[in-house]
């Protein structure tokens, strides 16, 4: 079993937490806050684990992976560090706000014998196995993906307020939360695209509160919506030749139905995974006790033209972090 340790003591590390110990592929072992008693809250409802406020002796204690779920902006600082020190590191979706800090994250797994997975949860889960496969023999000619949910701070924000997810300094913004799981299904299905464009309704200081997208591939466009002041309850489509392919969402996907243009139906064999989390955390811990590099190699390579396709996205709508200005 896998001894895991724990930056971030939001929700979302909860969350991660209930799905590593469900695949029976983790333990949590350690927890690290800059405040002791912020890790001592987060952690009363486990057992066993070991809590720091120091990064240096989090990472020199006995654990294996550690799962960073930090603010955006701090992930490759710490990702570096616990690289260095020789742990497998989990990096919360997005990873890094560059796409030269993933390539040299990258490279420091690489010399320190080490795994490093971006934890973008749609881009493991079987249903995108099942749909590639019904896709193969078809003639794409466009796809609608769609992630906007209204968010739980926006009442902190109207409130003048500037919570993390739209703070310039940790790297916020709908698209960098919930483009990317568009973003990673369309790397997911179609492989590379060859160009990008996105635009925003901003705040003062550049981040994103919606916005739309396209990926240019070379014969069809990917159009992305996302958003953390509105709620798409819009399915996502992908067009063939043959009909169109109607996905309930974009992650957790829970049916996938191909209606051909005389109107029959395709069932596709799709079944939940029972946790938002699970079908990562299992597919991570498989890794790293089997090692399979080819297809290692290919998750590496796709995550560096997600980050590719984010910061291109950023820099046409003019969005700026607080590192960057």
Not at 62 to 87: R, T
Not at 96 to 124: G, K
Request: proline fraction near 3%; aromatic fraction near 12%; charged fraction near 20%.
């Amino acid at each position: 079993m896998l001894k895991l340790g724990i930056i971030g003591t939001g929700a979302i590390s909860h969350h991660f937490i209930e799905a590593a110990h469900a695949s029976g592929e983790y333990q949590l072992v350690a927890v690290y806050s800059r405040k002791i008693e912020t890790a001592e809250i987060f952690a009363n409802r486990y057992s066993n684990v070991h809590l720091f406020n120091k990064l240096e002796d989090f990472f020199a204690s006995s654990f294996d992976v550690v799962y960073i779920a930090s603010p955006n902006s701090l992930h490759y600082a710490q990702a570096k560090l616990a690289l260095e020190m020789g742990k497998h590191i989990i990096l919360e979706k997005p990873a890094v706000t560059r796409p030269e800090e993933w390539q040299d994250l990258v490279q420091t797994a690489e010399d320190h014998h080490s795994f490093i997975f971006e934890a973008a949860r749609n881009y493991h889960e079987k249903a995108f196995t099942t749909i590639k496969n019904f896709l193969a023999d078809k003639q794409i000619l466009g796809a609608d993906f769609n992630y906007a949910k209204y968010s739980s701070k926006m009442p902190d924000l109207l409130a003048g307020q500037t919570p993390n997810v739209f703070s310039d300094r940790f790297a916020g913004g709908a698209l960098m939360d919930l483009g990317i799981y568009p973003i990673y299904a369309a790397v997911r299905l179609f492989g590379k695209a060859l160009d990008t464009s996105y635009q925003g309704q901003q705040l003062e200081n550049s981040m994103d509160l919606n916005g739309d997208g396209i990926l240019f591939y070379p014969n069809f466009q990917v159009h992305i919506k996302t958003g953390k002041n509105i709620t798409s309850n819009l399915p996502c489509e992908i067009y063939s030749a043959d009909g169109t392919l109607t996905l309930n969402t974009i992650e957790h996907i829970r049916s996938a139905i191909f209606t051909d243009h005389k109107g029959n139906d395709i069932h596709l064999p799709i079944q939940q995974a029972p946790h938002t989390m699970i079908e990562e955390a299992v597919t991570f811990a498989n890794m790293m006790k089997e090692p399979d590099q080819s297809l290692y190699q290919d998750w590496l390579n796709d995550a560096a033209h997600v980050h590719h396709l984010l910061y291109s996205m950023r820099q046409k709508a003019g969005i700026r972090f607080e590192a960057e200005k």
